[in-house]
């Protein structure tokens, strides 16, 4: 599994193939040859549109995640960290 550099969560490729196997073994074969994200989405007509909405979604996430750890979540992951 390939990690972020905090080596504790999977990264973009390890998420990729995460979510492949599931979606493999719900019958979507036509993900099988597919080696990333952008192999997926080749034959989706959608695929400019729902990326736009995955970026937008993952900025959202993380400046939601920044602002919480700069203001008195720092202090409980310190605590946690520990």
Do not use: C
């Not at 972020?4 to 719900?26: P, Q, V, Y």
Request: aromatic residues 6%; without cysteine.
């Amino acid at each position: 599994m390939v990690a972020t550099k905090d080596a504790i969560h999977a990264g973009e490729e390890s998420d990729f193939i995460i979510s492949r196997e599931i979606l493999l073994s719900l019958g979507q074969q036509e993900l099988a040859q597919a080696s990333g994200m952008r192999d997926a989405l080749y034959f989706v007509p959608e695929r400019d549109a729902i990326m736009k909405l995955v970026r937008q979604r993952q900025e959202i996430l993380k400046n939601a995640w920044l602002s919480y750890i700069r203001g008195t979540g720092q202090a409980k992951i310190k605590e946690v960290l520990l």
